[in-house]
Each structure stands twice: as C-alpha cells, then as structure tokens.
T-cell receptor, first 113, second 111 residues
Framework: EPEVTQTPSHQVTQMGQEVILRCVPI?????FYWYRQILGQKVEFLVS????????KSEIFDDQFSVERPDGSNFTLKIRSTKLEDSAMYFC???????????FGQGTRLTVV | GDSVTQMEGPVTLSEEAFLTINCTYT??????LFWYVQYPGEGLQLLLK?????DKGSNKGFEATYRKETTSFHLEKGSVQVSDSAVYFC??????????FGKGTHLIIQP
C-alpha cells in the first residue's frame, strides 16, 4: 500500500541552525501539505502546495519557513534559523485532489536546543 | 475562522465498554468532517469521514454521523478493545486547502 514517508524520524538541532525536513508523498498525489504538532497541543496547518507553488499558508508559516519540490518525488520543509519554539512534530501529507482524503507520514520530531 | 473542539482526555475505559468521543465544529459553508487516529509511534491515519449532512462514516466498528443542526461529529464504538488505545483527532476540511484539527483525545483501554 502506498504511503507517505518522512526523514529523519527525529532531528536535534541547535538554535539558529537551518534544518530541512524531507518527505516523499504518494506518487500520484497532486496536493502536498505540512502540519506541525507542538507537544500536547493540536495539529496545526502550515502550508499547502499544488502545481509547484504554495496554494495556502497559515500565519505560522512566516519568512523563516520555505517549501520546495526539488524533483518529481521529494517535498521539503526548510526552517532557515530555528528557534526553541520550533520544537514540534512535523507531519507531511498528500492528497489526490482538493478536499479529498489526506494521507499522513509518520512525522519528524524536531528538537531545537 | 474554522475551529474544532473535542473532549479533553485521557479517556480511560474497560475493554468492551461503549465509547463516545464528542466533537463539535465551527465553519463557514459545508465542510467535510474526518476522524483521524494516531497509534503510538505512528503517523495520522484516516479512520472515517463524512462529506455532507446526515452522512454516517464508519470503519473498524467506529461510527460518526455528520449533524449539521448541532454542528457535531461524535465518534462512537459499541465495544472497544485494548488495540483501540490511541489518540483520536476530529478534523474538518472547509477551506480551500488544509485540515483544521481538534486537540486530540487520548483513549486508553484497560483489559
């Protein structure tokens, strides 16, 4: 069964460093998403990506965040200069179409120290 | 804006008990509604969904009915098992992209 895969499963980084979280969406999906879940809080939408551009982003997704689909399979989230409050579980998701079921990866736990 | 409110956990039940996890929502228009489940160490998995009023989503013995009049989508199961222990998230899709999630309810089933 096709699945969304994320790497790494856990990343520890120092404050101020850049991190890149990687995702491989399901191959025939067209919409890609990033969500985050700060420990003990709700899952929050960050950004959606369609047709090689951002289609929607939340107020959390400020200038230190960027997304990219560098090739036909990967979808990355970059945090340019990490802050302590960026520590969270980051989930990638993909879907075939707008308003259809989203399939989630297992998440990357980012710890900023 | 859109929002989802679900009951706080943890919810602790004995095996074979009846389960209800409440979920209410606020949204403009006619959102689709979802329940996702997160088992320990795993990602979010879609459990069930409903796309219009009065639809009933069901899967693995779980059910939820889209109630527009009460803006609710409560999750129910008649007889829970230890393997149902997980975190359950209610969510809606009402905007152009992206899901709005509730905070999640941690369910613990004791043998």
């Amino acid at each position: 069964e096709p699945e969304v895969t994320q790497t790494p499963s856990h990343q520890v980084t120092q404050m101020g460093q850049e991190v890149i979280l990687r995702c491989v969406p399901i191959s025939n999906h067209l919409y890609f998403y990033w969500y985050r879940q700060i420990l003990g809080q709700k899952v929050e939408f960050l950004v959606s990506f369609y047709n090689n551009e951002i289609s929607e982003k939340s107020e959390i997704f400020d200038d230190q965040f960027s997304v990219e689909r560098p090739d036909g399979s990967n979808f990355t989230l970059k945090i340019r200069s990490t802050k302590l409050e960026d520590s969270a579980m980051y989930f990638c998701a993909s879907s075939r179409g707008d308003n259809t079921e989203a399939f989630f990866g297992q998440g990357t736990r980012l710890t900023v120290v | 804006g859109d929002s989802v409110t679900q009951m706080e956990g943890p919810v602790t039940l004995s095996e074979e008990a009846f389960l209800t996890i409440n979920c209410t929502y606020t949204a403009t228009g006619y959102p689709s509604l979802f329940w996702y489940v997160q088992y320990p160490g795993e990602g979010l998995q879609l459990l069930l969904k409903a796309t219009k009023a009065d639809d009933k989503g069901s899967n693995k013995g779980f059910e939820a009915t889209y109630r527009k009049e009460t803006t609710s989508f409560h999750l129910e199961k008649g007889s829970v098992q230890v393997s149902d222990s997980a975190v359950y998230f209610c969510a809606l899709s009402g905007r152009a992209d992206g899901l709005t999630f509730g905070k999640g309810t941690h369910l613990i089933i004791q043998p």
